[in-house]
């Protein structure tokens, strides 16, 4: 056996060096294709580059107080990730947990989504009610200062037929964003999963490679343009928060380097 540290060859008996008393580390990883790919694509300086954005876009939503959980939890998996491949060490327990926060993510924009479709349904049904109910003509007219009851309705009616429309609209606007969550972020989850489940059986079955890859694409040069587009009259706060959507696309579009890199053509 050679040792890792001085060089020196010694018997396979022995547990550590007897020149520098240092231990054998194993490749305990090298019989596992998937485990082998995965590791490339962490030890490459393009990951730890993505470790310190993202480590960077955590300090600088400090400084905003605009702290950041799922940037702040991904940045600390990415580091533990990064720490044991470049050890030549490598289960799947930091990619489930990387996996695991996307799926966070993807949970909490249906949420979001579904909070904002109840408003418009809210909105539509509030004010269309407004036309149903007689009281409310005489409200409206008292509003409007007026004591023509036509005019009230006429006016009342246009307020909940715009109500309606824009009611209409939200909802719209949701269901498009849940369309939009199950083609990013679920997929992106589907990939992350693949891939510390390949690892854990054995063998190269990463799914959902190549949209992961175009969304991961899409969704940096969006946060990055975004960012751009509040550019003007930056006080140090907005800076801050400008200084972290970069660092998070820029992160983004690294990974998406990274798949097309080392896990694309391997399915």
């Not at 949420?111 to 109840?118: R, T």
């Amino acid at each position: 056996m050679k040792c890792n540290n001085c060089g020196l060859e010694y018997e396979d008996s022995l547990n550590t060096c007897p020149n520098c008393s240092g231990e054998q580390q194993v490749e305990v990883i090298s019989l596992n294709p998937a485990a082998n790919i995965v590791s490339a694509a962490i030890k490459d300086g393009l990951f730890l580059v993505m470790c310190i954005l993202m480590s960077a876009s955590c300090v600088f939503g400090i400084l905003a107080d605009s702290v950041r959980l799922f940037n702040i939890l991904l940045a600390i998996f990415m580091w533990l990730a990064y720490a044991q491949a470049r050890k030549g060490l490598l289960d799947s327990t930091h990619l489930r947990s990387l996996s695991g926060t996307t799926f966070a993510m993807y949970v909490i924009n249906y949420v979001g989504a579904g909070l904002v479709a109840l408003s418009g349904v809210i909105l539509s049904f509030v004010l269309g009610a407004l036309v149903q109910e007689p009281i409310a003509l005489e409200e409206v007219a008292g509003l409007l200062e007026t004591e023509n009851p036509i005019i009230a309705k006429y006016i009342t009616s246009l307020i909940a037929n715009f109500g309606g429309f824009i009611g209409f609209i939200i909802i719209i606007i949701a269901v498009l964003s849940i369309v939009l969550n199950i083609f990013s972020y679920g997929k992106i989850h589907k990939f992350a999963k693949s891939v510390y489940q390949s690892i854990d059986m054995n063998t190269i079955g990463f799914q959902n490679v190549k949209v992961a890859k175009v969304w991961l694409y899409i969704l940096g040069v969006f946060i990055a343009v975004s960012a751009v587009l509040n550019m003007e009259g930056l006080t140090f706060s907005d800076f801050s928060i400008l200084a972290t959507e970069f660092c998070t696309a820029l992160s983004a579009i690294f990974a998406a380097v990274l798949i097309g890199k080392y896990l694309e053509e391997k399915n």
